[in-house]
């Protein structure tokens, strides 16, 4: 039997973990640091490609993805290195995407050609809004002047741009998100992430929220409208949603990410990298040390990987289902059920249809654009037992 990732495919994630401030909405494991030695950093991560690569030969790498923190930070040469080792350990994919996040911030032209000559073809970008009092509300250390020059600058250096905007955010209104989200449609990038602002538990907005400083933040109906408003939009730009929060253009979607949401298997190395990797017909999470200088201190004596986990059938297909449904492409049905040697509960199927939560489609369930409004209900009707 096919082993299941393949259906997914090969990545791999690479995590620089420096960014030049913290934002007060980000939970990602980022960190700011004046000193970086970035020669020690690159041994670090060729090492870990040496050992991540004994373990999963013979794979076809279809994409690389440098998150983080800041990657733009990164020096173009330590990109470079990194991709052409990975290039070395695996077969790349005729049409291997390699994907690296950028803040507007930290983009110079010189940096970008650098990047895209060391083998990236694909930028993201962490615009986040094109406002600048909202820029500095959420912490941005960049202007929407800067900002529209970084797509320019990637424009030209890059055949695929993607770039973020966060909307519901405090005192914003429907028409301004209209305003905005207009704007960028017309800045003619293939693929745009539009996140709702969401309250994470241990970063600055989540204490100024506890705290009851955090206002005026849009309620439910709002909210409801906004991401009502942005399929609307998007669409009729002809980037219609794939993903909840994420937009292209045909052909356009992002291949990495797509390994995720597909059930696929990737490598993933840097501080507090998560990977799925599997071997011998078992799959594994793969956890790694999410202080900088822990991981780094692992790598250097061989292993810089903290936690593994083996899934069982059932957790495979429980993340799949959550994974999956999150598509306009839905979740494959006797995929799920050949790894969870179990039916998929007929009874929240039928209901689920009936509320018009969910369609079947040819073998697969797919979220309509009313169930995706609660998808967190509609995954967990699916996983009640």
Request: with cysteine; charged share 20%.
């Amino acid at each position: 039997m096919t082993a299941d990732w393949r259906h997914g495919g090969f990545g791999l994630y690479v995590h620089w973990p420096f960014c030049q401030a913290k934002c007060p909405y980000c939970d990602f494991n980022s960190h700011v640091s004046r000193q970086i030695d970035h020669a020690v950093w690159l041994t670090a991560y060729l090492s870990e490609l040496d050992r991540v690569a004994a373990e999963t030969p013979g794979r076809v790498l279809k994409s690389i993805f440098f998150g983080g923190g800041t990657p733009s930070l990164m020096h173009p040469d330590t990109v470079a290195e990194i991709i052409a080792a990975a290039c070395r350990h695996w077969t790349p994919a005729n049409d291997i995407e390699i994907t690296l996040e950028a803040n507007p911030g930290s983009v110079e032209a010189g940096r970008f050609r650098g990047f895209r000559d060391g083998g990236v073809n694909r930028v993201s970008l962490g615009i986040q809004a094109l406002n600048d009092t909202d820029l500095r509300r959420l912490g941005r250390i960049h202007t929407v002047a800067e900002a529209r020059a970084a797509f320019d600058v990637a424009r030209t250096c890059f055949e695929r741009v993607s770039f973020d905007l966060i909307y519901a955010r405090q005192d914003q209104t429907l028409a301004q998100w209209r305003d905005e989200l207009t704007t960028a449609l017309t800045l003619a990038a293939d693929h745009l992430s539009l996140y709702q602002l969401t309250i994470e538990t241990g970063t600055a907005f989540g204490d100024r929220f506890s705290a009851g400083k955090l206002r005026g933040l849009p309620g439910e109906d709002l909210s409801a409208d906004m991401y009502e408003l942005t399929q609307e939009l998007c669409g009729a730009q002809g980037l219609p949603r794939y993903e909840v929060s994420n937009h292209a253009a045909p052909g356009a979607q992002s291949r990495h990410n797509l390994i995720y949401w597909q059930g696929g298997d990737y490598a993933g190395i840097g501080p507090g990298a998560h990977g799925r990797l599997s071997r011998n017909g078992q799959r594994f999470a793969t956890e790694c040390p999410r202080l900088p200088q822990d991981w780094l201190t692992a790598a250097a004596e061989g292993c810089a990987e903290s936690l593994r986990t083996r899934l069982s059938g059932l957790e495979q297909a429980e993340e799949y289902l959550m994974m999956g449904l999150r598509l306009t492409s839905g979740v494959d049905v006797v995929r799920y059920e050949n790894l969870a040697q179990r039916p998929l509960d007929p009874n929240a199927r039928r209901t689920l249809a009936e509320l018009g939560m969910i369609r079947n489609e040819e073998g697969k369930i797919i979220v309509t654009d009313q169930g995706v409004m609660v998808l967190n209900a509609v995954i967990s009707k699916f996983l009640a037992d």
